[in-house]
């Protein structure tokens, strides 16, 4: 029996472009498991789209018998719909990507190759943007140089929410990584099994904009840390050690200034400790919340995601 390649695709109001994604890589799916030996499965999760997606998604569905459409309940985010299409998908390899064609489908021979060389997690590591402007690009560098400082797992330097995995690894994340709060990538990464890396230029967005915003990205960075490193919640030690020793300085240099008849002024000096032992604390208690906020989510165990109808060619299949 033929192996199988299945490709999941994440999908948020993704009308605009939803049509070219799938008219691109549908041909390139076809001739790149026919010339391994493969076969292949074409899963888009809609993610509670607003719009029209849902529509082409039942069209592309109802006319080609590779497509299976995965239908939210309700919106659960970007990483809750790769984990659904990773529970869902049954092929031998499996494929994240995205719907915007930044992921560009022309890598996924290569991938196929690398399962078939007996690779069990395939990284993409995105060597250049074609519309990401210097702050992203800051930014990005910044988060996994941060996050490699702060965790002892590894991080790959500009990896994504493309990649690849094998069917044990499939395993493991449906069985062990239940996690509410996660930080999918950061699980792929370093589930371990036998791992390479792969490059690829991400082209501009064909169509739409970005769901990504800067609120969204600054969450996805906190439960990252706060999934992968407990050295925020260490932050108090290394303050206090601090505040101890900038006390003592202070404390030398106004007894030295007091018997040199020069004493301070106890205003401006207070102000600033004030400010900055204030300042520390808030830090240290906004990360004690991130932290609370985690295990809350954890605690009451809900679902990660609720699928309302699986669509194939057949019909639809109530969940």
């Known amino acids: 029996m033929a192996k199988k390649i299945s490709i999941v695709v994440s999908v948020y109001n993704?009308?605009?472009?939803?049509?070219?994604?799938?008219?691109?890589?549908?041909?390139?799916?076809?001739?790149?498991?026919?010339?391994?030996?493969?076969?292949?499965?074409?899963?888009?999760?809609?993610?509670?789209?607003?719009?029209?997606?849902?529509?082409?998604?039942?069209?592309?569905?109802?006319?080609?018998?590779?497509?299976?459409?995965?239908?939210?309940?309700?919106?659960?985010?970007?990483?809750?719909?790769?984990?659904?299409?990773?529970?869902?998908?049954?092929?031998?390899?499996?494929?994240?990507?995205?719907?915007?064609?930044?992921?560009?489908?022309?890598v996924i021979p290569d991938i196929i190759a690398k399962f078939d060389e007996g690779y069990d997690v395939v990284s993409m590591v995105r060597t250049a943007r074609e519309d990401a402007g210097l702050f992203k690009k800051i930014t990005s560098a910044a988060f996994y140089k941060v996050m490699n400082h702060m965790s002892k797992a590894n991080f790959e330097n500009n990896s994504s929410d493309f990649f690849g995995l094998s069917r044990r690894v499939a395993l493991v994340l449906r069985k062990d990584y239940r996690e509410r709060v996660r930080f999918l990538r950061g699980y792929v990464q370093n589930v371990g099994f036998k791992k390479t890396t792969l490059e690829f230029k991400a082209s501009a967005?064909?169509?739409?904009?970005?769901?990504?915003?800067?609120?969204?990205?600054?969450?996805?960075?906190?439960?990252?840390?706060?999934?992968?490193?407990?050295?925020?919640?260490?932050?108090?030690?290394?303050?206090?050690?601090m505040s101890l020793a900038f006390s003592f300085i202070l404390i030398v240099y106004s007894i030295v200034q007091f018997f040199l008849g020069n004493a301070p002024s106890g205003y401006s000096t207070i102000v600033v400790l004030i400010s900055f032992m204030f300042g520390v604390l808030f830090i240290i208690l906004g990360f004690i919340s991130e932290y609370l906020a985690i295990i809350f989510a954890e605690v009451k165990n809900r679902p990660i995601y609720i699928i309302d109808s699986i669509i194939t060619k057949d019909g639809e299949e109530r969940q």
């Open 205 to 241: 967005r064909v169509a739409g904009q970005s769901n990504y915003n800067l609120k969204a990205l600054v969450k996805l960075s906190l439960n990252a840390i706060c999934n992968f490193s407990d050295a925020p919640l260490k932050m108090g030690i290394y303050a206090g050690l």
């Open 14 to 106: 993704e009308e605009e472009g939803l049509k070219q994604f799938y008219e691109h890589t549908h041909p390139i799916l076809q001739q790149a498991t026919a010339k391994a030996g493969w076969d292949y499965e074409l899963i888009f999760v809609n993610d509670g789209s607003l719009d029209n997606s849902l529509d082409l998604l039942r069209g592309f569905a109802a006319k080609d018998p590779k497509v299976v459409v995965v239908n939210f309940a309700a919106n659960r985010g970007h990483e809750a719909a790769m984990i659904a299409g990773i529970d869902v998908a049954t092929g031998d390899g499996i494929v994240c990507m995205d719907a915007d064609l930044q992921h560009p489908p022309e």
